[in-house]
Protein backbone atom coordinates (compact mmCIF):
# COMPACT_ATOMS: atom_id res chain seq x y z
CA UNK A 1 0.00 0.00 0.00
CA UNK A 2 1.33 3.41 -0.95
CA UNK A 3 2.41 5.68 1.79
CA UNK A 4 0.85 8.95 0.11
CA UNK A 5 -1.87 8.79 -2.12
CA UNK A 6 -2.93 11.38 -4.29
CA UNK A 7 -6.24 11.26 -6.32
CA UNK A 8 -8.16 13.83 -8.33
CA UNK A 9 -6.08 16.73 -6.39
CA UNK A 10 -6.65 20.13 -7.35
CA UNK A 11 -5.84 23.44 -6.22
CA UNK A 12 -7.45 26.89 -6.43
CA UNK A 13 -7.11 29.80 -4.98
CA UNK A 14 -9.70 33.08 -4.44
CA UNK A 15 -10.70 35.38 -7.36
CA UNK A 16 -8.93 32.52 -9.99
CA UNK A 17 -12.91 30.95 -10.65
CA UNK A 18 -12.42 31.34 -14.47
CA UNK A 19 -8.67 30.33 -14.56
CA UNK A 20 -6.68 27.53 -14.82
CA UNK A 21 -6.40 26.13 -11.68
CA UNK A 22 -3.08 25.98 -10.03
CA UNK A 23 -3.21 21.97 -9.37
CA UNK A 24 -5.60 20.33 -11.85
CA UNK A 25 -6.75 16.86 -10.98
CA UNK A 26 -3.31 15.28 -10.23
CA UNK A 27 -3.04 11.46 -9.39
CA UNK A 28 0.09 10.70 -7.35
CA UNK A 29 1.29 7.56 -5.22
CA UNK A 30 4.52 7.47 -3.14
CA UNK A 31 5.43 4.05 -1.41
CA UNK A 32 7.41 3.80 1.69
CA UNK A 33 11.52 4.17 1.48
CA UNK A 34 10.80 5.11 -2.10
CA UNK A 35 11.41 8.31 -3.90
CA UNK A 36 9.49 10.10 -6.50
CA UNK A 37 10.97 12.90 -8.76
CA UNK A 38 7.61 15.84 -9.65
CA UNK A 39 9.76 17.83 -12.49
CA UNK A 40 8.26 20.46 -14.50
CA UNK A 41 8.98 24.09 -15.10
CA UNK A 42 8.38 26.97 -13.01
CA UNK A 43 4.86 27.49 -12.21
CA UNK A 44 3.68 24.38 -13.65
CA UNK A 45 1.47 23.32 -9.74
CA UNK A 46 4.72 21.32 -8.18
CA UNK A 47 4.91 23.34 -4.79
CA UNK A 48 1.13 23.66 -4.83
CA UNK A 49 0.60 19.67 -4.51
CA UNK A 50 3.15 19.96 -1.74
CA UNK A 51 1.41 22.68 0.10
CA UNK A 52 -1.92 21.34 -0.64
CA UNK A 53 -1.04 18.01 1.17
CA UNK A 54 0.30 19.93 4.43
CA UNK A 55 -2.17 22.02 4.41
CA UNK A 56 0.27 25.13 4.10
CA UNK A 57 -1.73 26.93 1.08
CA UNK A 58 -1.61 30.51 1.02
CA UNK A 59 -4.54 32.70 2.17
CA UNK A 60 -7.18 32.57 -0.81
CA UNK A 61 -5.81 28.84 -1.45
CA UNK A 62 -8.24 26.04 -1.79
CA UNK A 63 -7.75 21.93 -2.17
CA UNK A 64 -10.05 19.56 -3.24
CA UNK A 65 -9.93 15.65 -4.17
CA UNK A 66 -8.29 13.22 -1.88
CA UNK A 67 -4.87 12.74 -0.22
CA UNK A 68 -4.19 10.33 2.22
CA UNK A 69 -1.06 10.03 4.20
CA UNK A 70 -1.05 6.48 5.44
CA UNK A 71 -4.36 5.97 5.25
CA UNK A 72 -5.52 9.16 7.15
CA UNK A 73 -7.02 11.77 4.66
CA UNK A 74 -5.11 15.63 4.59
CA UNK A 75 -7.83 17.36 2.96
CA UNK A 76 -10.64 19.22 4.00
CA UNK A 77 -12.31 20.27 7.05
CA UNK A 78 -11.34 17.15 9.68
CA UNK A 79 -8.38 16.76 7.42
CA UNK A 80 -5.28 15.49 9.31
CA UNK A 81 -2.73 17.72 7.51
CA UNK A 82 -1.57 19.71 11.03
CA UNK A 83 -1.27 16.50 13.05
CA UNK A 84 0.76 14.82 10.42
CA UNK A 85 3.28 17.96 9.53
CA UNK A 86 6.83 17.21 10.98
CA UNK A 87 6.90 13.65 12.36
CA UNK A 88 4.44 11.91 9.66
CA UNK A 89 5.47 14.61 6.67
CA UNK A 90 8.90 16.56 6.90
CA UNK A 91 9.63 20.05 4.42
CA UNK A 92 12.36 21.18 3.27
CA UNK A 93 11.48 24.67 1.41
CA UNK A 94 12.53 26.28 -1.61
CA UNK A 95 14.21 28.24 0.43
CA UNK A 96 16.41 27.85 3.31
CA UNK A 97 17.52 31.05 4.34
CA UNK A 98 13.29 31.93 4.35
CA UNK A 99 12.83 28.71 6.24
CA UNK A 100 14.76 29.47 9.12
CA UNK A 101 14.22 31.77 12.01
CA UNK A 102 17.02 34.45 11.53
CA UNK A 103 16.76 35.49 15.05
CA UNK A 104 17.27 32.21 16.45
CA UNK A 105 20.57 30.13 16.92
CA UNK A 106 20.72 27.32 14.65
CA UNK A 107 20.65 24.50 17.76
CA UNK A 108 17.47 26.45 19.29
CA UNK A 109 15.89 26.21 15.92
CA UNK A 110 16.76 21.95 15.61
CA UNK A 111 16.21 21.41 18.77
CA UNK A 112 12.68 22.67 19.02
CA UNK A 113 11.71 20.48 16.33
CA UNK A 114 12.08 17.86 18.30
CA UNK A 115 10.95 19.20 21.33
CA UNK A 116 7.39 20.35 19.26
CA UNK A 117 6.88 17.20 17.42
CA UNK A 118 8.47 14.17 19.38
CA UNK A 119 8.51 15.57 22.93
CA UNK A 120 11.74 15.24 23.46
CA UNK A 121 12.98 16.84 26.38
CA UNK A 122 15.17 19.91 25.96
CA UNK A 123 18.61 18.87 26.97
CA UNK A 124 18.14 15.50 24.73
CA UNK A 125 17.39 17.69 21.63
CA UNK A 126 19.88 19.92 22.08
CA UNK A 127 22.32 16.48 21.71
CA UNK A 128 20.20 15.50 19.07
CA UNK A 129 20.70 18.64 17.58
CA UNK A 130 24.12 18.36 17.73
CA UNK A 131 24.46 14.68 16.21
CA UNK A 132 22.23 15.56 13.34
CA UNK A 133 24.49 18.48 11.96
CA UNK A 134 27.31 15.84 12.03
CA UNK A 135 25.04 13.31 10.27
CA UNK A 136 24.70 15.48 7.60
CA UNK A 137 28.12 16.52 7.08
CA UNK A 138 28.57 20.24 8.05
CA UNK A 139 31.81 20.66 9.11
CA UNK A 140 32.49 21.83 12.85
CA UNK A 141 28.86 20.86 13.98
CA UNK A 142 29.23 21.89 17.57
CA UNK A 143 30.26 25.14 17.13
CA UNK A 144 27.92 26.62 13.86
CA UNK A 145 24.91 25.44 17.19
CA UNK A 146 25.94 28.88 18.17
CA UNK A 147 25.45 30.84 15.34
CA UNK A 148 22.95 32.31 13.12
CA UNK A 149 21.44 31.38 10.01
CA UNK A 150 22.94 34.51 8.53
CA UNK A 151 26.83 33.73 10.00
CA UNK A 152 26.08 30.79 6.95
CA UNK A 153 26.73 30.00 3.58
CA UNK A 154 23.82 29.22 1.23
CA UNK A 155 25.34 25.69 0.98
CA UNK A 156 25.54 25.33 5.37
CA UNK A 157 22.23 26.86 5.44
CA UNK A 158 20.51 24.31 2.95
CA UNK A 159 22.44 21.58 5.05
CA UNK A 160 21.04 22.66 8.42
CA UNK A 161 17.19 23.16 7.04
CA UNK A 162 17.34 18.99 5.99
CA UNK A 163 18.71 18.89 9.60
CA UNK A 164 15.84 20.74 10.76
CA UNK A 165 13.37 18.50 8.69
CA UNK A 166 14.75 15.04 9.75
CA UNK A 167 15.20 16.15 13.42
CA UNK A 168 11.27 15.28 13.36
CA UNK A 169 11.65 11.65 12.13
CA UNK A 170 9.16 11.93 9.31
CA UNK A 171 8.36 8.60 7.54
CA UNK A 172 7.62 10.95 4.29
CA UNK A 173 10.43 14.02 3.31
CA UNK A 174 9.17 16.40 0.93
CA UNK A 175 11.95 18.40 -0.97
CA UNK A 176 11.12 21.54 -2.69
CA UNK A 177 14.11 22.13 -5.20
CA UNK A 178 16.59 21.60 -2.86
CA UNK A 179 19.30 22.58 -4.69
CA UNK A 180 18.20 25.88 -6.78
CA UNK A 181 20.95 28.47 -6.11
CA UNK A 182 23.63 26.09 -5.19
CA UNK A 183 26.85 26.42 -7.03
CA UNK A 184 27.14 22.94 -8.96
CA UNK A 185 29.72 21.24 -6.19
CA UNK A 186 27.41 22.20 -3.48
CA UNK A 187 24.75 20.64 -5.23
CA UNK A 188 26.33 17.38 -6.05
CA UNK A 189 27.03 17.36 -2.19
CA UNK A 190 23.38 18.10 -1.18
CA UNK A 191 21.61 15.29 -3.81
CA UNK A 192 24.36 12.34 -2.57
CA UNK A 193 23.00 13.72 1.06
CA UNK A 194 19.66 12.91 0.04
CA UNK A 195 19.95 9.91 -0.81
CA UNK A 196 22.28 8.56 1.75
CA UNK A 197 20.30 10.04 4.22
CA UNK A 198 16.84 8.14 2.75
CA UNK A 199 18.38 4.82 2.84
CA UNK A 200 20.23 5.11 5.91
CA UNK A 201 16.60 6.31 7.84
CA UNK A 202 14.45 4.42 5.59
CA UNK A 203 11.78 7.26 4.61
CA UNK A 204 10.20 8.18 1.49
CA UNK A 205 11.10 11.32 -0.63
CA UNK A 206 9.12 13.15 -3.17
CA UNK A 207 11.24 15.57 -4.34
CA UNK A 208 10.24 19.08 -6.48
CA UNK A 209 12.40 19.91 -9.18
CA UNK A 210 12.58 21.64 -12.03
CA UNK A 211 16.11 19.97 -13.11
CA UNK A 212 15.57 16.76 -14.56
CA UNK A 213 19.09 15.69 -14.16
CA UNK A 214 18.72 15.81 -10.01
CA UNK A 215 15.63 13.77 -10.55
CA UNK A 216 17.52 11.09 -12.49
CA UNK A 217 20.13 11.00 -9.86
CA UNK A 218 17.72 10.05 -7.10
CA UNK A 219 14.53 9.39 -8.24
CA UNK A 220 13.00 5.50 -8.70
CA UNK A 221 9.67 7.15 -10.40
CA UNK A 222 9.74 10.79 -12.23
CA UNK A 223 6.04 12.60 -12.77
CA UNK A 224 6.30 14.97 -15.30
CA UNK A 225 3.72 17.93 -14.29
CA UNK A 226 2.59 20.80 -16.96
CA UNK A 227 -0.04 23.52 -16.12
CA UNK A 228 -1.07 21.79 -13.38
CA UNK A 229 -1.47 18.22 -14.57
CA UNK A 230 0.69 15.69 -14.37
CA UNK A 231 1.68 14.74 -18.13
CA UNK A 232 3.54 11.53 -17.94
CA UNK A 233 4.70 8.98 -14.79
CA UNK A 234 7.51 6.02 -15.35
CA UNK A 235 10.09 4.46 -13.94
CA UNK A 236 13.25 6.80 -14.45
CA UNK A 237 15.40 4.90 -16.73
CA UNK A 238 12.05 4.23 -19.17
CA UNK A 239 11.11 7.97 -18.93
CA UNK A 240 14.70 8.73 -19.77
CA UNK A 241 15.59 6.51 -22.63
CA UNK A 242 12.16 7.05 -24.15
CA UNK A 243 9.44 9.44 -23.04
CA UNK A 244 5.90 9.34 -24.26
CA UNK A 245 4.80 13.18 -23.85
CA UNK A 246 5.63 15.55 -25.90
CA UNK A 247 7.33 17.50 -23.14
CA UNK A 248 8.93 14.96 -21.05
CA UNK A 249 10.90 14.61 -24.48
CA UNK A 250 11.27 18.78 -24.34
CA UNK A 251 12.38 18.63 -20.80
CA UNK A 252 15.22 15.69 -22.02
CA UNK A 253 16.15 17.37 -25.08
CA UNK A 254 16.79 20.62 -22.42
CA UNK A 255 19.16 18.28 -19.92
CA UNK A 256 21.15 16.73 -23.07
CA UNK A 257 21.91 20.35 -24.50
CA UNK A 258 23.37 21.71 -21.18
CA UNK A 259 25.28 18.53 -20.95
CA UNK A 260 26.61 19.05 -24.70
CA UNK A 261 27.01 22.51 -24.30
Not at 12 to 27: E, N, Q, S
Not at 88 to 106: K, N, V, W
Not at 120 to 133: G, Q, T, V
Amino acid sequence: MALLTVRNLAVRFAGMRDAVPAVDGVDLDVAEGECVALVGASGSGKSQLLLACTGLLAAGGAATGSARFAGRELLGPGGAAAGVRGSGIGMIFQDATGSLTPHRRIGELLAEVAVATRGCPRARARAEAARMLERVRLPDAGRHLRHYPHELSGGMRQRVAIAAALMARPRLLFADEPTTALDPTVQAGVIALLEELRQDLGMALLLVTHDLGVAAALASRIAVMQGGRIVETAPTASLLRAPQHPYSAALLAALSAGIDG
